[in-house]
């Protein structure tokens, strides 16, 4: 018996399912080139097979009630057929009685499932995996429908609204005003004129800003999402999510004020390596890099610089009589009387014991004398250093071209030396 007897053999021969025409009882009478395709035999094997040949054998005590009723009605199933190689694969079998002589023959149509089966495993995993990133991220996605100026409805919200936010998903997408009541009144009005000027397919909205829960709780939250392709006549539409950034805002608080803290202490670190302990002018090492800086600025650009360099008459006579601590308080209160004398941009620094020095930019020689003068002036009317009977001498030096900081010092103390040897009091140049 052949497919013709019933319909075209050409018909049969485009059909892309598998077609088998068997008994009642089950044996094959003719397979078209899609069914010996599929199981993998010749025409003559196939011709001596029975469907418990290509049933799996946990089916086949479903034969024959899997496709024979009586009825002539059309029968569909899915179950799993066998190849010749002995692999199995899952199948629909659709089956119909059709009258034949003085009984009936099954026509039989197998489709073969596996691609099916595995796109539909597919989209199961791809739900699974779904359904676990959504439950273990430590935030919420979401589905929003805007309307603008914080108006709108989530249509959409995964898991974990609840533990984010204090509110669950049905109240996020049944009430409108639920999420923008959590957010904090400060942050409210640049949210809100954020979300309202944010527009445009593809376009990425984010912020930062802080919800307080039904419960009392304040958190910072991290919202993200982007347009999806708009639609004539239809509201926009933004797929995102929320991200608890709570403990990192805190974090990034606490270095924020570890780096302030450094910042000060680095500051008063510099500002001690920069002054001397027991008067607070500048230290050696620090006036040495200011009279450097000063130097190289009006070697670039041209300029007048002086220095003016003084040292305590009688100090040792103090400390020997009276002690170093008397001493100190000699080496103070002259540093108070230099301060004060300075004009603005003077730099003055302790070189060392009882010597000090000035760094005046744009003044010249003259201009230092006369400063001197003042310092020696103010010694002299000073009752607690007359009282030591402690005096200062002063000398005087002008920067001259490719003069480095220590050929302006060098010239400068020996002025002062010169003051020294004729009894101190006074200045040089």
Same mark, same amino acid.
């Given at each position: ?300 650009? &041209?300029? =007048? %610089? ?5 040292? #305590?008459?009688?100090? !040792? /006579? $103090? ?86 900081? &220590?050929? =302006? %010092? ?5 002025? #002062?030396?010169?003051? !020294? /040897? $004729? ?7």
């Amino acid at each position: 018996m052949k497919f013709d007897e019933f319909v075209s053999a050409d018909l049969f021969g485009r059909l892309g399912d598998a077609l088998i025409l068997m008994t009642t009882e089950g044996r094959f009478l003719d397979a078209n080139a899609a069914a010996l395709d599929l199981y993998g035999y010749s025409r003559e094997e196939m011709l001596a097979l029975g469907v418990n040949d290509i049933r799996a054998a946990r089916f086949r005590e479903q034969v024959p009630a899997a496709f024979r009723d009586g009825s002539g009605r059309l029968r569909r199933f899915e179950t799993e057929h066998v190849r010749k190689d002995g692999s199995t694969f899952p199948v629909e079998v659709r089956t119909i009685e059709v009258p034949h002589g003085d009984g009936f023959v099954v026509l039989c149509d197998a489709r073969d499932l596996t691609r099916h089966h595995e796109t539909e495993a597919s989209l199961e995993r791809s739900h699974a995996r779904f359904d676990n990133i959504a439950a273990t991220i430590p935030g919420v996605l979401y589905e929003y429908v805007s309307k603008g100026a914080g108006r709108g409805l989530f249509t959409f919200v995964g898991p974990g609204s609840f533990e984010l936010l204090g509110i669950d998903e049905f109240e996020m997408q049944t009430d409108e005003e639920a999420f923008w009541r959590l957010i904090h009144p400060d942050d409210l009005d640049w949210v809100l004129a954020e979300d309202d000027a944010i527009e445009g397919e593809g376009v990425t909205f984010h912020i930062d800003c802080r919800i307080i829960t039904p419960a009392g709780e304040l958190k910072w939250i991290y919202m993200t999402s982007r347009q999806l392709p708009s639609r004539p006549n239809h509201p926009d539409v933004w797929c995102g999510f929320m991200l608890d950034i709570t403990e990192r805002k805190l974090a990034e608080e606490r270095l924020l004020r570890r780096d302030q803290e450094m910042a000060r202490l680095n500051a008063e670190l510099a500002r001690v390596a920069a002054s001397d302990a027991l008067t607070g002018l500048a230290s050696r090492r620090h006036f040495y890099d200011v009279l450097d800086r000063e130097i190289a600025e009006i070697d670039r650009h &041209d300029g =007048l %610089l002086c220095v003016v360099s003084f040292d #305590l008459d009688g100090l !040792k /006579r $103090v400390n020997d009589t009276q002690g170093h601590g008397a001493g100190d308080e000699v080496l103070v209160i002259f540093a108070r009387i230099l301060e004060a004398e300075c004009l603005s941009g003077f730099v003055c620094g302790r070189i060392g014991g009882d010597e000090f020095s000035v760094v005046l930019p744009g003044e010249d020689a003259e201009s230092g004398h006369a400063f001197a003068d003042r310092v020696i002036k103010a010694v002299r009317s000073c009752s607690n250093l007359s009282a030591a009977t402690v005096t200062v001498s002063g000398g005087v030096a002008q920067w001259t071209p490719d003069s480095k900081s &220590d050929d =302006l %010092l060098r010239r400068a103390d020996v002025a #002062l030396y010169s003051s !020294k /040897r $004729v009894g101190g009091d006074t200045v040089n140049r």
